[in-house]
């Protein structure tokens, strides 16, 4: 099979496509015939050695994929050979063939392509659990939302989840075709970062009350700031550090405002952290996959992707990640 392959830690133009032997199945593993694969900021510090988790050399990056089961272990109970599937991978997903864990692999929801269902591999469950679950932000109708960087793939999904749970959104993005983008995608109102201060337009759209809820993918300044504009008793999640700084937190703000500060990793929920719980968690994560898959099939959720590539074309597509020139995400597609 043919697989962009990393054999050095460095940027996109460093991945080589080469034949290479399918991997054999462990237990409780099956095989997926990749139609789509997903490249984000994410795979980009994973091929770099910057992420928390390094595979060993030689391997093929990418930690999402759709397509269809071609082959089932003994060991595995919910899938069959046929079945279209969203995976979750270790790594391996730039691949025509890849291995996953059966509890990391779900069902496709039938009204989307295989492109499309890339988002829900991680995009989603990440913003889902994050807004849904009671430990983090636990998002409730009637409350208001701060969405940042939400033209991106989990930005993009944050503000649609928020509209389904009942919330009203704020997000934040730069540019006008970004914010148009979220505003297509379902926030009650989008402020343009690069053109005004987003803290004094959430305190005069909140009426100076500030949100009760903010979803941050970006970190730095932008943490800093969202607190700043918060209501009393509010939380706060940090999701990821795009902006590449991580912020330090002012206990000095929580104190005054009561404001709670709750971190999501969806990585502990899957396998990706030091404490593999994704067996443990299996039917937690199982139970959030379904009711994403259910929005989906509803229609409430309209997961976008703003370009594909070809599989040799792996590097152009996380350059155009690097360069942030997309709106949602960008796909791999093998056939």
Not at 149 to 158: E, L, N, S, T
Request: aromatic fraction near 8%.
């Amino acid at each position: 099979m043919k697989a962009m392959i990393c054999r050095q830690w460095g940027g996109p133009e460093d991945l080589r496509l080469e034949d290479v032997e399918p991997v054999p199945l462990k237990s409780g593993q099956v095989r997926i015939r990749v139609r789509a694969a997903g490249v984000s900021f994410a795979t980009t510090l994973v091929i770099a050695g910057k992420y928390q988790r390094r595979p060993p050399f030689p391997f093929a990056p990418g930690t999402e994929a759709s397509g269809v089961v071609t082959e089932v272990d003994t060991a595995c109970r919910r899938l069959k050979v046929g079945d279209e599937v969203v995976a979750v991978l270790d790594w391996g997903g730039l691949a025509e063939d890849a291995v996953a864990h059966e509890v990391n692999v779900f069902p496709k929801p039938k009204n989307l392509g295989f492109v499309e269902a890339i988002q829900l591999a991680i995009s989603y469950p990440t913003s889902a659990g994050a807004l849904t679950w009671p430990m983090a932000l636990d998002v409730q109708k009637g409350q208001t939302l701060l969405v940042h960087a939400a033209a991106g793939g989990v930005g993009m999904a944050a503000v649609e989840i928020g509209k389904i749970l009942g919330a009203t959104v704020i997000a934040t993005a730069g540019g006008a075709r970004k914010t148009a983008f979220a505003k297509a995608h379902g926030a009650d109102h989008v402020i343009d970062y690069t053109a005004t201060d987003f803290r004094a337009e959430v305190l005069k759209l909140t009426d100076g009350r500030g949100v009760d809820r903010v979803y941050d993918p970006v970190g730095g300044d932008v943490f800093a700031q969202s607190l700043r504009c918060m209501a009393v008793e509010g939380r706060i999640c940090p999701i990821g550090f795009a902006g590449s700084t991580i912020p330090q937190i002012p206990a000095n703000i929580l104190l005054v405002k009561t404001i709670a500060v709750t971190g999501f990793n969806y990585g502990y929920y899957v396998g990706w952290s030091p404490h593999d719980a994704r067996f443990e968690e299996a039917g937690r994560t199982f139970a959030l996959m379904e009711r994403i898959r259910g929005w989906c099939e509803a229609g409430l959720c309209r997961p976008h992707v703003d370009r594909t590539f070809r599989l040799d074309q792996a590097a152009e597509a996380m350059r155009a990640l690097l360069e942030r020139s997309v709106t949602g995400r960008v796909a791999i597609v093998m056939d």
